[in-house]
């Protein structure tokens, strides 16, 4: 059984549409467990009851952005080795940075290509 | 970490010293533009002060101020290294760049860390310029495929669904891994807290005996590891020695999803690898430059896999047939002190208050065997117990300390060139934490002397009919209520001769007085006294046994000494379990009530007429069976108006072992009392150690009995009042309990 | 659990940093100003673990290490070098002076504890 059937992965991005655009690009690589939250809070919530492998969030985000949800994440014992995904339309070393002292495991440039986005994901997880 | 406020304040202290130096050095720099001889110190200075705010500024994420920094530091870094050289215009930049760091630093104190500043930007340009780098570039502009450096983290897959994969570990240190500080177990330690661990050993490298080089490692490592956690995880046990030694990581396929309990405890092939085999090498190549080697979540198993039970930790050896899709469970968990010690002090006021409500009832009237009497009753006993409880939160073994000291005497043995083993008893022994903290020094210092002065060097021993090895036993009990710990040599005990050849010749004693052993022995606490002729390189450096007493009374320690010629000396530390309670005894003098600690008293005496005899103005002495024991009036002490009627006498023993007869008016209670600093509160009081609240809301002081004494009997009384003593008991008492020294 | 750590840094701050961050984790810590101050306090403070600041005055980090590492009774104690994260050669430079392993500037504690932990074992854990 392949990666992609098995790993579960969270979308988190308060745009519908670039959420849509995320989930989209999961299913072409072939990815079925997807689920998905608005924000940051509604992440942490669904987290809590049901653990993915990965999550993929943008930065971008009112209230909690992505940058705070992953320390959220990487706080809590339970939720701190799920994998993490920033996506960033600005390309800021600091946010990068930062990023990357809270352990995120990868980031997305937008705009970006299916394949740009399998490349990211193998890169955390391995061969899809 | 973003810090304290308090070390906020003290960044932001430190950084307008470290501004002041800036600018001292960069006046420097300029006369040095300007044709004066350069000072070598001066650059390494100068880039220090900057690095230093920069160091501090990254600590509280101060993004803007270390990006300043950066830049300012990167064009002294060069002038510091001769790659530039100062020139009146670069001088006059550093000026200007250090204003600017001034006015960030500033900024950033009243909360501002601006990071698009255009003055800031462009004085980064011309530091950049002048450092012949180009200008850092704007991120917004910048290409789209840069990536910072970023490397991405493979995911060490642990999530409920994945299950563990076996890895095969090939580690050969060099002998750097050695001799930069590692230690191999500590390794394979954090690899077994990732899952099973197999340790095997490989001595196929060693050569003849006669090719061996002592010093070069010719063991190698086979270990078999089951987890859960991915490569990442296990190659980053490895980071720190990439380079020191030859790894090689093997992750196996999945193991079979069932395998029947020890199926694998031989930790042989289970004929499932070289089919799936992902090597990754950590050897030279960073690991993150090549993809994470993937652990794939596997489908949830039904049954998750039953895993070797050779490395298998001993709670789930018991347990096989637990479910284990419920993680074993834990039994500790991690508490912020923080949280205990407020606990306890809320357990604190819990018992001040049930002491409240025990006397309105009291006063109220209410029986005691009435129901609410009864009610309260239990209330009571419920308080106690919660007490105790959330004390033995705070409490810890003792061993990490008695562990840390095995390690002093071999190392205070290594540099006398003695030859010692410490024997170590009671490990188990529970003491609060902050008394085992502030153990440490003391012990240590006692431990070292042990060795340095106590045990002879191993030709003596023999000579004495011993074994050349020197013991030092060093042993924790609990008892009566505290924790008794005592470290003994088997050494030559304490010369006497010399003991007290030193005081006189430091002055502390009177050439003709005549001191019993322990007394002698007890001079060796005294302020200043030390017996070593010369400092030596280990228990010398100033610090003498007065030292050590002080610290241990500082905890509510108590320390005597004990020798035996020829046999060796033992020291006991007695210690408080606790630092929050005190069992005490409640006096009234002068209309106060004060608090004595019960372990300080032996005895207390009401004395007829006749007991008490005046020795001079304000001296008096009162006989105890045998012995004469000066009195102290603790109302003129703590300078109360008026006397104590002295009707009662508490009998107390300091720590020396000298005996004093407290003069106070009456005795109130016994009881339990929580301590609360005073001196957090007000100021330190002579002969007051602490306060409490007492059942009726009123506070009471709590005598520190030891220090009550030492104000009340000067030195030359105290000799005065021995001199009088040994007058008054005559030939008849060779054992005055009285000590000219004090 | 009550190991001591010696922690030489020559910024107030960065100390008074580890001082909080690892008391508050159960260590015991001893504190100096410098590399020369370090080899001084060496024998009085045994540490279990030292980390220490490279860039610093009178004796610097690697001066430091070179001479416990030439102390007999401390040439195997781990050392731990704080390190910027610019300065990526800083590692080889640390491990090639005999340095134990190394934090990245800035810390977080739990950094910290995991440096200190991956050099001293797992006993350490506050």
Redesign the interface.
Request: proline content about 6%.
């Given at each position: 059984m392949a990666l992609r059937d098995s790993i579960r992965i969270m979308v988190v991005d308060d745009m519908s549409t670039s959420r849509g655009l995320l989930m989209q690009a999961l299913d072409e690589l072939g990815i079925r467990q997807v689920d998905y939250a608005a924000d940051g809070r509604e992440a942490l919530t669904k987290l809590a009851a049901n653990p993915v492998h990965l999550v993929i969030s943008d930065y971008n985000m009112p209230q909690m952005d992505g940058l705070h949800l992953l320390k959220a994440l990487r706080e809590n014992r339970a939720t701190s080795r799920i994998g993490f995904i920033l996506v960033t339309g600005r390309a800021d070393r600091e946010i990068v940075e930062t990023g990357q002292r809270l352990g995120m495991n990868n980031f997305l440039r937008k705009p970006f290509s299916t394949q740009q986005m399998r490349a990211c994901i193998q890169a955390v997880v391995g061969a899809l | 970490m973003s810090g304290a406020p308090d070390i906020r304040t003290t960044f932001f202290q430190e950084c307008d010293e470290l501004l002041e130096a800036l600018n001292d050095g960069l006046t420097s720099v300029q006369d040095q533009a300007s044709g004066a001889d350069a000072d070598p110190e001066v650059m390494p200075a100068i880039f220090r002060a900057v690095h230093s705010i920069k160091g501090g500024a990254g600590a509280f994420g101060l993004n803007a101020l270390v990006r300043f920094a950066h830049a300012f530091e990167t064009v002294l870094d060069h002038l510091r290294s001769d790659r530039l050289s100062p020139t009146p215009e670069l001088a006059t930049l550093l000026f200007r760049a250090g204003d600017k760091l001034t006015d960030l630093v500033t900024a950033a104190r009243d909360g501002q860390d601006d990071p698009d500043d255009p003055a800031a930007k462009a004085l980064m340009g011309e530091l950049a310029a002048a450092s012949g780098a180009p200008p850092e570039s704007d991120e917004d502009e910048a290409g789209g495929d840069e990536d910072f450096g970023f490397v991405p983290m493979g995911l060490p897959v642990n999530l409920p669904g994945s299950s563990p994969t076996r890895y095969r570990i090939a580690f050969s240190p060099s002998r750097r891994l050695y001799a930069n500080g590692h230690d191999p177990l500590v390794l394979f330690e954090a690899l077994g807290a990732l899952g099973p661990l197999e340790v095997a050993v490989e001595t196929g490298r060693l050569p003849d005996l006669g090719t061996l080089e002592p010093d070069e490692n010719y063991i190698d490592w086979r270990l078999t590891l089951e987890t859960e956690q991915g490569l990442d995880a296990i190659e980053e046990v490895f980071e720190f020695v990439e380079g020191l030694a030859e790894i090689e990581i093997c992750a196996e396929d999945d193991l079979p999803e069932e395998e029947p309990d020890g199926g694998t405890d031989d930790g042989t092939d289970d004929g499932q690898d070289g089919g799936g085999e992902d090597t990754a090498k950590v050897d030279d190549a960073p690991p993150a430059a090549q993809p994470a080697t993937p652990v794939p979540p596997a489908a949830a198993p039904a049954q998750p896999a039953a895993a070797s039970p050779a490395a298998r930790p001993p709670a789930s050896a018991a347990a096989p047939a637990a479910p284990a899709s419920a993680p074993p469970a834990s039994a500790t968990i991690r508490v912020d002190l923080e949280r205990v010690d407020g606990l306890i002090n809320a357990v604190g006021e819990l018992v001040i208050h049930q002491a409240m409500i025990a006397q309105k009832l009291t006063e109220a009237g209410v029986a005691w065997n009435s129901d609410i009497g009864a009610g309260f009753d239990v209330f009571r006993n419920l308080t106690s117990e919660i007490q105790e409880r959330v004390m033995a939160i705070r409490a810890q073994p003792i061993k990490p300390l008695f562990q840390r000291m095995a390690r002093i005497v071999r190392e205070a043995a290594a540099i006398s060139g003695k030859t010692a083993q410490l024997r170590t008893e009671g490990e188990g022994t529970e003491v609060d934490k902050t008394v085992i903290e502030r153990l440490a020094e003391p012990l240590t210092h006692i431990l070292r002397n042990a060795v340095d002065h106590g045990l002879e060097n191993a030709e003596t021993r023999v000579a004495a009919g011993k074994k050349p090895t020197g013991l030092i036993s060093l042993s924790a009990t609990y008892r009566s209520g505290r924790v008794v710990i005592e470290v003994a040599d088997d050494g030559a005990g304490i010369n006497r001769e010399r003991v007290r050849s030193i005081a006189v010749e430091r002055g502390l004693i009177d050439p003709a007085a005549e001191l019993s052993e322990g007394e002698i022995d007890k001079l060796l606490f005294m302020p200043g006294f030390s017996t070593a002729s010369e400092v030596s390189d280990l228990s010398g450096r100033g610090v003498g046994m007065d030292v050590v007493k002080r610290a241990i009374q500082q905890i509510g320690g108590r320390i005597s000494i004990h020798s035996a010629a020829g046999k060796g000396t033992t020291l006991s530390i007695s210690l408080p379990l606790t630092l929050a309670v005190l069992d005490g005894i409640l006096i009234e003098l002068c209309g106060e009530t004060m608090v004595i600690p019960i372990t300080a008293v032996i005895e207390t005496l009401r004395p007829q007429p006749g007991d008490i005899h005046a020795i001079g103005p304000e001296q008096s002495v009162v006989k105890v069976r045998d012995t004469v024991v000066p009195v102290v009036d603790l109302g003129q002490v703590f300078g109360l108006s008026g006397k104590s009627s002295g009707e009662i006498l508490l009998l107390v023993e300091t720590e020396n072992r000298d005996r004093y007869a407290l003069a106070v008016d009456a005795i109130r209670d016994q009881s339990q009392v929580v301590i609360k600093g005073l001196e957090g509160n007000y100021r330190h009081v002579a002969g007051i150690s602490a306060a409490t609240i007492l059942g009726d809301g009123r506070i009471a002081l709590i005598i520190d009995p030891e220090e009550a004494v030492s104000q009340a009997v000067p030195p030359p009384l105290a000799a005065a009042a021995a001199a009088a003593a040994a007058a008054a008991t005559a030939s008849s008492q060779p054992q005055a309990a009285l000590s000219s020294v004090r | 659990?009550?190991?001591?750590v010696l922690a030489i840094d020559?910024?107030?701050?960065?100390r008074?940093?580890l001082n909080?961050?690892l008391s508050?984790a159960?260590f015991?810590v001893h504190l100096a100003v410098d590399g020369q101050d370090g080899l001084d306090k060496l024998?009085?403070t045994?540490p279990?673990v030292v980390i220490t600041d490279i860039?610093?005055?009178k004796l610097d980090g690697f001066g430091f290490i070179k001479g416990a590492?030439a102390r007999?009774?401390y040439?195997?104690?781990?050392?731990l070098v704080l390190t910027?994260?610019?300065a990526a050669d800083l590692k080889?430079r640390a491990?090639d002076a005999?340095?134990?392993?190394?934090i990245v500037?800035?810390?977080?504690?739990m950094r910290l504890i995991s440096a200190i932990?991956?050099?001293?074992?797992?006993?350490a854990a506050?």
């Open positions: - | - | 659990m009550s190991l001591t020559d910024s107030r701050t960065i008074e940093m909080a961050a508050e159960g015991l024998g009085e045994a279990d860039n610093m005055p590492r007999q009774d040439c195997a104690v781990p050392i910027t994260e610019s080889a491990r005999g340095a134990t392993g190394w500037k800035p810390f977080d504690e932990q991956r050099v001293a074992g797992l006993r506050g």
